[in-house]
């Protein structure tokens, strides 16, 4: 069977899936809506977090942003497992006992006050709404190849999917779709990297055979890989990091707390029945999330390999890189850069007039690799690679299966949808629970509160993708961006309402405003305008990265310094919370069947 014709069959497969399960778990009440009825067992909840969890960003994304950045890139492994493994430890229990569906009915009740639950959504909705751009980024790049489409095409197909199995399915339909798409996604990415780490290594475990010596050499894989990329005049793949030491660092804190903070995973732990439930759930989930992101490490770097030696022939012979027979014959290149040069996200310019393709930094301060590119007649690099097609392109340049670069396809849709369902789901439940029912109309009967939320979610997936269409970076720099707003805005909310039972309303609703302004205004200033191009004000903070080298992705943990300062301040000038709000603090952070719970001391 043709490759086009596997690749429709394995996505069409996986869609009738998903749609299937939608419609065979349709939500009928409110409760099943918003929560799936509370009755998931912790094994499936665990899956869907997993695939909540693992968006275009972590399918599609990251391993490219890792082959990118090389060292560098780990700290998105570090910051969304850390942060993973705070929101289990410190927040999902409490909020679970707490017994709200969302996060900001969490706030309102907390902080006592409407006008808190109102800037808890607003916060939410710029952070939901941001990472969506990110998915629709990822959807369109996995539609656009294989579909053969335009990316704005296909990101209106995108649109299309995901309206339909999250407004019929409500969370109880997303559930059972996300345990179907977390299975075809980490078997996407897991198949194609075991049979490429066999072929380089002749390890069965790609975890393993990053670490192992290539077959048939002596050489160790990252050696290999090091020796090639500083040859061409790339920076080392093991030791270059992301800016500054400083930088990496805020970076991964901004990925970890805004991690903690995200509605829509949080919203995952008032699906399971028990408190005890919620926090197994998170322990499954730590498993079913370690499989994909042990596993992208190994695949950023076996991708690069790969890509390098498909263009540079001595790559695997041996020899001179800057031999003219090394680079290869631009009309004998291979079919899979020919169909990723359709989508536009892989393009070749021949600058010498060579008929070759010749590949390496030609920005590069390595004066030895200046030389020998002059030396040999390279007039600068010919060959662009969008971050976002590595893991997608990653079977087609190993020459794997048909099959499987189908297989690929479906889970690349799979990561983005799935995320995509959450999302909305998190938007629509702010929209029509938090403002509509909680405060503009509390009257209102629950056929009109679930038509509003499928409203909100129509409204959103429109607004998704238009800003998809024009996104302001890679689908991982974007989510990036989605993480610093909840980092500076949701996060400080949450623990304070948790941790300090004197923390009052005036405090926190100064800190969420506060956190996700100065956030909003660094960001903007780099990016444009609620992200439209051209809009950019950076004359007026001082030029790019102004804040101590700090780039916009990684300056939430900044705002979130700056959210729960400003808290503590108006907290000292203003009256203390009620007692009842005080004493309902300590009693949802000591243990049920605690001797100070049932009056003893």
Known sequence: MELQTTIYLIVGLSFALYIGIAIWARAGSTSEFYSAGGSVHPVVNGMAIGADWMSAASFISMAGMIANMGYGGALFLMGWTGGYVLLAMLLAPYLRKFGKFTVPQF?????????????????????????????????GVAFSRFLGVSSETGIYVGMGIVFLYAVFGGMKGITYTQVAQYVVLILAYTVPAIFISLHLTGNFLPQIGLGGTMTGTDMSLLAKLDSVVTDLGFGKYTTTTAGSTLNMFVYTMSLMIGTAGLPHVIMRFFTVPTVKDARSSAGWALVFIAILYTTAPAVAAMAKLNLHATVNTAVVKGGDLYAPEASILAETRPDWMKRWEKTGLLKFADKNGDGRIQYYNDKTKNPEAKAKAEAAGWKGNELTVNADIIVLANPEIALLPNWVIGLVAAGGLAAALSTAAGLLM???????HDLIKGIFAPEISEKGELMAGKIAMAGAIVVAGYLGLNPPGFAAGTVALAFGIAASSLFPAIMMGIFSKKMNKEGAMAGMLAGLFITLFYVFAHKGLFFIKGTEYLGLIGGPNPFFGITPEAFGAIGALVNFAVAFLVDKVTPEPPEHIQHMVEAVRVPRGSKLVNGAH
């Open 107 to 139: 706030i309102g009740d907390r902080f006592y006050s409407k006008g808190a639950a109102v800037i808890a959504v607003m916060c939410l909705l710029t952070a939901s709404l941001t990472y969506i751009i990110g998915q629709m980024t990822g959807v």
């Open 426 to 432: 998190a938007i629509s439940s702010a929209v029509s």
